[in-house]
């Protein structure tokens, strides 16, 4: 083993184990993470659902109270209207003991305010003696009770703010109705008494409406519009002020920014329900104080496992001091070494040259071959035209002898234009593409092989689509692997005594042109579309054909497949993309293969 081992295999050890301590690492906070997660969700459940069952109970507590002072104030009404004391007072008009009377009850029973009132509506006896003389004809608690038989109950407005609630009860003597008697409940002692234990209460009558609250902002509102205009201003004050809380409780509603649990209880009264909000503050610090714990204990292990990292950081560098005495000592073998790789270099440096121009003949080569396979096929053309057009000038038919001479004189044209394209078998074409319909570029192609088919008398079946297929390339292109194809196919036949070359043209998400023949098949499907490929005799093809076919095939963007079919012979797909599905195609020429090959 070499000193540049040995090094290498030192240097290899600590590094395997900073590895594993960092993996250790990352192994310790995904559990921390992971444990003040579950810690946070259990906990924060837990929490919450002893909260929640505070809360009720304090609801029903709240409930009962409320519930409790108005069935014992609606009682009063119906004594009062039955004392004698009241009753004469009114008959004679005499209130001078009235007030004192109305004021003794009032110590007795703990009403708010009692009040009496004649026939007309005017207070004739008060507690509150700022409000003797006043007059309450047109209040709801005074008409109504006129009109009742029973003790009423109203929830008035009052100019100040809040409500008023009042029990009334007209006063009768031998079937005549003197005066009604009324007395106001103070509810709104325990409004003050719930805003010191609960965050927000109020209640609400039949209609929704907020009677009583530990907001003053609330009543006479609903609950919707009061919890709006308690909300935060917008929603991104809201977003801050749920990510601040960390443990990111389900509210049900937002009060001044505070996230609230939302509890709600019936009183059996007058349809009267009573909505609590009770803040999370008590979760949150109970949950978040166990988390503290946690992320300690967790912040001292990390803590620890950071000192061990620095002590073996320590002894690394301590190894690493050791170690440059050897690093120096191998500094001028390494020096040999390079100056060894140089000499080496400049030897590969000249076989790359050789190789190069190597190459470029092999290139030229191929180029001579492709050129040579390209103009054979419309030379042995030629030659079937002018030994035709020969005999038609010996039978005295110059006509017909003319439409020969032309095909050649087309022939000639493509021939010029197959030269002219020749770097286009190394490279992505550079000419514009243009729409070809793919039926004229078969008619055009088989008319070319004219010649081929009437010596072999190949019987040709042709399925073309109703409608045109069109796509986007070189029409001279196409027909040259159109060519290559069926001359393939004609080939393949020599040995079958019914030749049969089978064309399908159809168009789906793809231009298919299948070519199908009755010949033996092909025998390495692998490579068939290697260059000088060919199962030919020598003489007939270098093969060259099937390899720039396949080339110019994926210049356009489409393939070339072949396969042999399931009742024999070879079957030839070329696919191409159909004009408006084109993609475009990435176009990096390899400048220097095409300038070894010009």
Do not use: C
């Given at each position: 083993?070499?000193?540049?081992?040995?090094?290498?295999?030192?240097?290899?050890?600590?590094?395997?184990?900073?590895?594993?301590?960092?993996?250790?690492?990352?192994?310790?906070?995904?559990?921390?993470?992971?444990?003040?997660?579950?810690?946070?969700?259990?906990?924060?459940?837990?929490?919450?659902?002893?909260?929640?069952?505070?809360?009720?109970?304090?609801?029903?507590?709240?409930?009962?109270?409320?519930?409790?002072?108005?069935?014992?104030?609606?009682?009063?009404?119906?004594?009062?209207?039955?004392?004698?004391?009241?009753?004469?007072?009114?008959?004679?008009?005499?209130?001078?003991?009235?007030?004192?009377?109305?004021?003794?009850?009032?110590?007795?029973?703990?009403?708010?305010?009692?009040?009496?009132?004649?026939?007309?509506?005017?207070?004739?006896?008060?507690?509150?003696?700022?409000?003797?003389?006043?007059?309450?004809?047109?209040?709801?608690?005074?008409?109504?009770?006129?009109?009742?038989?029973?003790?009423?109950?109203?929830?008035?407005?009052?100019?100040?703010?809040?409500?008023?609630?009042?029990?009334?009860?007209?006063?009768?003597?031998?079937?005549?109705?003197?005066?009604?008697?009324?007395?106001?409940?103070?509810?709104?002692?325990?409004?003050?008494?719930?805003?010191?234990?609960?965050?927000?209460?109020?209640?609400?009558?039949?209609l929704g409406q907020i009677i009583i609250a530990t907001e003053p902002r609330w009543r006479g509102r609903t609950e919707e519009d009061a919890l709006e205009r308690q909300t935060p201003q917008g929603a991104i004050e809201r977003a801050i002020r749920v990510t601040a809380d960390w443990t990111a409780l389900p509210a049900d509603a937002y009060i001044q920014g505070e996230a609230m649990m939302r509890l709600e209880n019936r009183i059996p009264f007058r349809g009267w329900r009573m909505v609590s909000f009770t803040t999370y503050e008590s979760?949150?610090?109970?949950?978040?104080?166990?988390?503290?714990?946690?992320?300690?204990?967790?912040?001292?292990?990390?803590?620890?496992?950071?000192?061990?990292?620095?002590?073996?950081?320590?002894?690394?560098v301590a190894s690493f001091a050791r170690e440059s005495a050897e690093l120096r000592r191998l500094n001028v073998q390494l020096q040999r070494e390079v100056a060894e790789r140089k000499r080496v270099q400049e030897d590969l440096a000249v076989a790359e040259q050789t190789l190069e121009q190597s190459s470029k003949l092999a290139a030229l080569g191929e180029m001579s071959a492709a050129v040579s396979h390209e103009l054979n096929q419309p030379l042995a053309a030629m030659k079937t035209y002018l030994a035709g057009a020969r005999l038609l000038?010996?039978?005295?038919?110059?006509?017909?002898?003319?439409?020969?001479?032309?095909?050649?004189?087309?022939?000639?044209?493509?021939?010029?234009?197959?030269?002219?394209?020749?770097?286009?078998?190394?490279?992505?074409?550079?000419?514009?593409?243009?729409?070809?319909?793919?039926?004229?570029?078969?008619?055009?192609?088989?008319?070319?092989?004219?010649?081929?088919?009437?010596?072999?008398?190949?019987?040709?079946?042709?399925?073309?689509?109703?409608?045109?297929?069109?796509?986007?390339?070189?029409?001279?292109?196409?027909?040259?692997?159109?060519?290559?194809?069926?001359?393939?196919?004609?080939?393949?036949?020599?040995?079958?005594?019914?030749?049969?070359?089978?064309?399908?043209?159809?168009?789906?998400?793809?231009?298919?042109?299948?070519?199908?023949?009755?010949?033996?098949?092909?025998?390495?499907?692998?490579?068939?579309?290697?260059?000088?490929?060919?199962?030919?005799?020598?003489?007939?093809?270098?093969?060259?054909?099937?390899?720039?076919?396949?080339?110019?095939?994926?210049?356009?963007?489409?393939?070339?497949?072949?396969?042999?079919?399931?009742?024999?012979?070879?079957?030839?797909?070329?696919?191409?993309?159909?004009?408006?599905?084109?993609?475009?195609?990435?176009?990096?020429?390899?400048?220097?293969?095409?300038?070894?090959?010009?």
């Amino acid at each position: 083993m070499g000193p540049l081992s040995q090094l290498a295999n030192s240097a290899q050890a600590p590094r395997i184990i900073g590895w594993r301590v960092r993996l250790a690492l990352v192994v310790l906070t995904v559990v921390a993470v992971a444990t003040v997660f579950v810690t946070n969700r259990l906990l924060t459940d837990r929490f919450t659902e002893t909260t929640r069952n505070r809360a009720e109970l304090r609801l029903a507590l709240y409930s009962g109270n409320l519930l409790s002072e108005l069935r014992q104030s609606a009682i009063v009404p119906q004594l009062l209207a039955r004392d004698p004391t009241l009753i004469g007072a009114l008959n004679s008009a005499d209130y001078q003991q009235s007030t004192q009377r109305l004021i003794s009850f009032v110590e007795e029973i703990g009403a708010a305010n009692l009040i009496l009132m004649d026939i007309d509506g005017r207070a004739v006896a008060a507690t509150d003696r700022d409000r003797l003389g006043s007059n309450h004809r047109t209040d709801p608690f005074f008409i109504d009770a006129l009109r009742a038989s029973d003790t009423v109950f109203s929830a008035t407005p009052r100019e100040a703010g809040g409500f008023s609630f009042t029990y009334s009860r007209k006063i009768m003597a031998g079937g005549d109705t003197l005066g009604v008697i009324a007395v106001e409940v103070d509810l709104q002692k325990f409004e003050r008494a719930w805003a010191g234990t609960s965050a927000a209460v109020f209640v609400t009558d039949s209609l929704g409406q907020i009677i009583i609250a530990t907001e003053p902002r609330w009543r006479g509102r609903t609950e919707e519009d009061a919890l709006e205009r308690q909300t935060p201003q917008g929603a991104i004050e809201r977003a801050i002020r749920v990510t601040a809380d960390w443990t990111a409780l389900p509210a049900d509603a937002y009060i001044q920014g505070e996230a609230m649990m939302r509890l709600e209880n019936r009183i059996p009264f007058r349809g009267w329900r009573m909505v609590s909000f009770t803040t999370y503050e008590s979760v949150r610090e109970r949950v978040n104080g166990v988390l503290a714990l946690e992320i300690m204990g967790f912040a001292i292990l990390l803590a620890l496992a950071f000192y061990a990292l620095s002590r073996r950081s320590a002894f690394r560098v301590a190894s690493f001091a050791r170690e440059s005495a050897e690093l120096r000592r191998l500094n001028v073998q390494l020096q040999r070494e390079v100056a060894e790789r140089k000499r080496v270099q400049e030897d590969l440096a000249v076989a790359e040259q050789t190789l190069e121009q190597s190459s470029k003949l092999a290139a030229l080569g191929e180029m001579s071959a492709a050129v040579s396979h390209e103009l054979n096929q419309p030379l042995a053309a030629m030659k079937t035209y002018l030994a035709g057009a020969r005999l038609l000038l010996r039978r005295n038919r110059p006509d017909e002898a003319l439409v020969s001479f032309g095909r050649i004189d087309d022939l000639i044209e493509r021939m010029g234009a197959i030269t002219r394209q020749l770097k286009s078998y190394a490279r992505k074409g550079q000419d514009a593409l243009s729409p070809v319909n793919m039926a004229d570029a078969l008619a055009s192609s088989l008319s070319m092989m004219e010649p081929q088919l009437r010596q072999r008398r190949v019987q040709i079946n042709r399925v073309l689509p109703p409608d045109p297929v069109e796509v986007l390339g070189d029409r001279l292109r196409i027909e040259q692997v159109m060519v290559n194809l069926l001359r393939n196919a004609i080939d393949a036949t020599k040995t079958m005594r019914a030749p049969q070359v089978d064309i399908i043209l159809s168009a789906g998400e793809t231009a298919t042109l299948t070519v199908r023949d009755n010949g033996p098949g092909i025998a390495d499907l692998d490579a068939l579309f290697e260059p000088f490929y060919t199962t030919k005799q020598p003489g007939d093809g270098v093969g060259l054909g099937l390899a720039i076919s396949s080339g110019i095939v994926n210049d356009l963007g489409g393939r070339l497949t072949a396969r042999n079919g399931q009742s024999g012979g070879a079957v030839f797909e070329m696919q191409l993309p159909v004009l408006g599905e084109q993609a475009e195609e990435d176009d990096h020429d390899d400048d220097k293969k095409i300038e070894a090959a010009e």
